[in-house]
């Protein structure tokens, strides 16, 4: 019993948000979250990536020990993602984005944070941050076939992250106004990215669902299986390793769909749009489900103990 009390205490925030986005937004299917994309994407994400790096005790060589485990994280995504789109007969190169960038954001941070505290917030915000970046490099790359690392200077989230290792490299104390600003900020990112969520998902649709839940399963399920096999390559233990669980865990990333609208075609929008919508589905079953659930700590604490 008192698993699923901590389990509600965890979820109930997270699901209990984006409800509210998933209402606004069958309220209104013109609503427009065009400022909440803009202020996550310059604002929010490097505040957040700033104050969950620099002020939640985390140490330089944390920081840079799960950045490294994020990006092998990441290239078993890829692996993974070139394989099921080779079987699927799709492109490898446009519609690879969902499957190597997870949720860390929208749904990632606010799980941590809830079962971990500001420690794990801290971990949660190392991986996220080399997801965000890769999110509006990478993935543009990816999205328009085309290699510009101009866009890696202009990307706000690529300096949040400098100042960051700067910070805890040189072990500068933060400015008490500079705590209370990025606070401020990350907290009003995370509601807003949550609701925009909500919102998102009353308007994507499912235009394949065979293919959509073939790809879920490379993104929820064998997402999953690369972190755990993370965890006990390196014998990682402790909130740190259910941290980076939970990361590889998540569902496709919103921001691949707005990626996506903005330099692929119409075809394979809608398939970026399908994955997101079946993998959040799945991912929501799998929270809901209770014996789905306790197999999950039952693993989790094997790797913590």
């Known amino acids: 019993m008192e698993i699923y009390l901590k389990l509600f205490e ?67 995504f890829a692996i993974t993602g070139i394989i099921f789109l080779k079987f699927l007969n799709k492109d490898i190169v446009t519609e690879l984005p969902p499957f190597i960038l997870p949720n860390t954001g929208n749904m990632g941070l606010p799980l941590c944070l809830f079962a971990y505290g500001t420690q794990g917030l801290g971990i949660a915000a190392t991986i996220s941050s080399l997801v965000i970046l890769f999110h509006f490099t990478l993935g543009v790359f990816l999205a328009s076939k ?26 500068i104390e933060v400015p ?33 669902f065979k293919s959509a839940l073939i790809s879920s399963i490379a993104r929820v399920i064998i997402g999953p299986i690369i972190g755990f096999a993370i965890i006990k390559t390196f014998n990682l233990s402790g909130f740190a390793a259910g941290v980076l669980l939970i990361q590889c865990s998540m569902p496709s990333a919103v921001l691949t769909y707005l990626v996506g609208s903005l330099y692929s075609s119409k075809k394979v929008v809608d398939s970026i749009a399908s994955m997101i919508v079946v993998s959040t589905v799945y991912v929501f079953y799998y929270c809901s489900n209770y014996r789905i659930l306790c197999f999950k700590i039952l693993l989790l604490s094997s790797i913590l103990l």
């Open 10 to 76: 965890v979820l109930f925030p997270v699901f209990f948000i984006i409800g509210i986005g998933y209402y606004l937004g069958k309220k209104n299917p013109k609503l427009d979250t065009t400022f909440i994309a803009n202020f996550a994407a310059n604002i929010g994400s490097p505040a957040m990536v700033f104050y969950a790096v620099t002020t939640t005790g985390i140490s330089f060589n944390i920081f840079a020990e799960y950045f490294w485990y994020s990006l092998i994280a990441i290239l078993g």
């Open 146 to 171: 085309k290699l510009d690392f101009n866009l890696l200077f202009k990307s706000p989230p690529f300096y949040a992250i400098i100042i960051s290792v700067l910070f805890l490299y040189y072990e």
């Open 176 to 208: 008490v106004f500079l705590i209370n600003t990025t606070m401020m900020l990350t907290y009003a990112a995370i509601f807003l990215i949550l609701m925009s969520l909500g919102i998102a998902l009353t308007r994507f649709k499912v235009f394949s």
